[in-house]
T-cell receptor, first 115, second 110 residues
Framework: ETGVTQTPRHLVMGMTNKKSLKCEQH?????MYWYKQSAKKPLELMFV???????ENNSVPSRFSPECPNSSHLFLHLHTLQPEDSALYLC??????????????FGPGTRLLVL | TQLLEQSPQFLSIQEGENLTVYCNSS?????LQWYRQEPGEGPVLLVT?????EVKKLKRLTFQFGDARKDSSLHITAAQPGDTGLYLC??????????FGSGTKLNVKP
């Protein structure tokens, strides 16, 4: 495996379900990100982890719970979601979060549908 | 309100035509990136511009950062069907956080 991988690629869940999204990066990076991409809206940054520590929570509802056990893995735990949470959830990684010309590498995303 | 406005939202052109996509803001950015996203995939970085007035070329793609670092443009010469995709700009604000535009969906017909 190379780059950034995400599983599952597609997920359908009811509002009372609990599920988890997984992201793994094989690039030796130290920073990982969760983004939400909805139709006709800009990519929204949700969470940032740098060296396993959460450095950004962009006012995300508590029904989304991130976990970063190590620099290579990032999870997004989902529970009691709403239909408006249906979107493409993208994971990204970068060497660090130092900004400037930092390059983020994105995974293919998980297409989530909440019924 | 969005920090970055992209225009047009949709663009459908014939192969061989030229096009320009715009990314505008009232805020100053430390740097600006352009990405292309194809269906079923995540965005892929095309270029990063840092200096006001900077111009970068990537084959048939020309990227320009505005003098005041508030806007940017992407010009494609002689578009090809392989250029089809969603083009996203992302501005780095306060050397801290990237804000994305809502994208321009380009369709190049053969």
């Amino acid at each position: 495996e190379t780059g950034v991988t995400q599983t599952p690629r597609h997920l359908v869940m009811g509002m009372t379900n609990k599920k988890s999204l997984k992201c793994e990066q094989h690039l030796g990076h130290n920073a990982m990100y969760w983004y939400k991409q909805s139709a006709k809206k800009p990519l929204e940054l949700m969470f940032v982890y740098n060296f396993k520590e959460q450095t950004e929570n962009n006012s995300v509802p508590s029904r989304f719970s991130p976990e970063c056990p190590n620099s290579s893995h990032l999870f997004l735990h989902l529970h009691t979601l709403q239909p408006e949470d249906s979107a493409l959830y993208l994971c990204a990684s970068s060497q660090t979060t130092s900004g400037g010309q930092e390059t983020q590498y994105f995974g293919p995303g998980t297409r989530l549908l909440v019924l | 309100t969005q920090l970055l406005e992209q225009s047009p939202q949709f663009l459908s052109i014939q192969e061989g035509e030229n096009l320009t996509v715009y990314c505008n803001s009232s805020s100053v950015f430390s740097s600006l990136q352009w990405y292309r996203q194809e269906p079923g995939e995540g965005p892929v970085l095309l270029v990063t511009v840092v200096t006001g007035g900077e111009v970068k070329k990537l084959k048939r793609l020309t990227f320009q950062f505005g003098d005041a670092r508030k806007d940017s443009s992407l010009h494609i010469t002689a578009a090809q069907p392989g250029d089809t995709g969603l083009y996203l700009c992302a501005g780095l604000y306060n050397f801290n956080k990237f804000y994305f535009g809502s994208g321009t969906k380009l369709n190049v017909k053969p």
